[in-house]
């Protein structure tokens, strides 16, 4: 795993922006792996004033969501595909028709994740995963558990995490209690993995995740068998860890 320390979070947004913009001028129809949350809209922004300048190009690019909520329209403000137009996809030459996530409001739930996973897998699999990290250790939306979930799921959202969801809604009772996640192995699968923290109450769960027992209880400790991943990481959320 390569650690590189950013100054604060947009020192680790302009470093991770560098990786993806890297992944799409070496490979430009590569396939992208997208993640929502407070952690990478930094990212994005950064990657848009490339665009802007002349310096990226997204037309060939492809790409697939971690997670989406059950139950909420793409319009719904607080859907992530509403979340990915609004930082990303509506600001740059991506082709909509090659963004995808799960369709939360897809009738049967056992079909929806299947034919997520036959995306990705027609895709060819994802070149470079943008992640960020739960206070729980959650990845996607993979929850702590007894055992790492494979393929895409829906899954029962814990307590903590709608705790830290209801920021971005008017109630609690309106955060969705379930959503769909890419699971595990289609994770692990990804060519490369990106993983952006930021701040310090993100320390205690990085220094577990990367440095402490592989275990489903801390899903995120599971990007410690794969071996190309990289941790760009402000200051704040690597000050419990050496390097
Ligand atoms: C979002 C996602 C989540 C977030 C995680 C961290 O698509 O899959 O796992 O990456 O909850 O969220 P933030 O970045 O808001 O701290």
């Known amino acids: 795993m390569k650690i590189y ?4 979070y947009n020192d680790m947004s302009r470093k991770a922006a560098n990786i993806v913009s890297a992944q799409i001028i070496m490979k430009p129809n590569c396939v992208l792996g997208l993640a929502t949350g407070s952690s990478p809209i930094g990212t994005y922004e950064q990657l848009v004033q490339w665009y802007e300048k002349g310096d990226l190009d997204f037309s060939e690019v492809t790409s697939v969501n971690l997670d989406e909520y059950k139950g909420l329209t793409e319009e719904n403000d607080q859907s992530y595909r509403y979340f990915m137009e609004k930082y990303l996809f509506s600001k740059v030459n ?6 995808f996530l799960p369709n939360g409001m897809a009738e049967d739930e056992q079909k929806e994740c299947e034919k997520y996973d036959a995306l990705i897998h027609s895709l060819g699999g994802i070149d470079l995963q943008l992640l960020g990290i739960g206070h729980n250790g959650h990845i996607g939306f993979n929850e702590p558990d007894q055992a790492f979930e494979k393929q895409t799921h829906c899954v029962a959202l814990q307590e903590s995490t709608i705790q830290a969801n209801k920021r ?10 379930y959503a769909y996640t890419m699971g595990i192995k ?7 993995i990106l993983v952006i923290v930021s701040g310090e109450e993100k320390a205690e769960i990085v220094k577990k995740a990367f440095f402490g027992p592989v275990t489903p209880s801390v899903p995120a400790s599971i990007l410690q068998m794969h071996n190309d991943v990289i941790l760009v990481g402000d200051e704040a959320a690597l000050s419990k860890i050496d390097i």
Do not use: G
């Open 5 to 8: 320390k950013a100054k604060d």
């Open 186 to 192: 289609t994770i692990m699968q990804s060519k490369k």
């Open 94 to 99: 991506i082709n909509k028709d090659q963004t």
């Open 168 to 177: 971005f809604f008017s109630s609690i009772d309106e955060v969705p209690k």
